[in-house]
């Protein structure tokens, strides 16, 4: 099909970006929003609510600039790129949009069409732009060379995008909101466990930590100093002494572990039987 080599060639040759005066009128179309249904395979997962607002009030102003894309579905016209765009002229009630029409005939070119478009995005958070590189290879069927060809990015980039998805789903939903950044959820991924990654996390966003200072504290946890070696102390003739007074009231192996300040005691039992017959000989009972 001509679409799929046009994409090989760029996003641009299929998803132009420029206003609809300068487009040829055959390709441009003013569509009636109530004929037009969402993307179902929009890879955006969150959108910026304040964002929204601004570009309603722009379009409430200026009108829509840049077309929204879509392809003819079932008689009407189902949305490929756009989708905040259609949201917000749906939202302000007015009737028409203008938008190119693509001829997109299966789905799989769909959604291809639709991750790669908006991956493009400079809003796109790298959660929803790692499960869009994903989606590429799982659905769409592409090895992540083919991924990098069509985005137009290097393989290493995509591989460090798609290592983001091994985070735990708390720390994911904190790079979606914008809480914590790239660079901080890159830095979390070395860390070696998870219980160690969300601690880290919990102390990133309450402390508002940099990313250099989250890089430091990975390193920590991960080279911890190494324990100096305990030197034993001297078995004194009391603690022997000790010793074999309790063995001989318990009888059983008793083992004095004496320490700077105080110590431990351990008393050895065999079942419970010989447990309980050692707390009736040590309480007296």
Known sequence: MTNRKALGRGLSALLPDVPAESQNEGNIQFIRVDRISPNPFQ???VFDSQKLDELARSIAEKGVVQPITVRRYQGEYQLIA???RFRCVRDLGIETIPAYIM????????MELSIIENIHREDLNPIDIANGYRRLIEECHLTQEQVAQKVGKDRATVTNF????KLPRPIQESAQSGEISMGHARALLAVDQVEMQIDLWKRLVKNSLSVRQVEEAVRKLNNPPPEKPRIPLPQTAFIEDAENRLR?????KVVIKPRP???NIEIEFYDHDDLDRLIHTI???
Do not use: A, Y
């Not at 798609?162 to 998805?165: C, N």
């Not at 001989?248 to 059983?252: C, I, K």
């Open 162 to 165: 798609l290592r983001l998805l």
């Open 103 to 110: 001829d997109v005939d299966s789905d799989e070119e769909m």
């Open 248 to 252: 001989t009231r318990l009888t059983t």
């Open 82 to 84: 756009g989708e905040r």
């Open 43 to 45: 890879p955006r997962e």
């Open 261 to 263: 300040k105080g110590g």
């Open 283 to 285: 309480l007296g009972e």
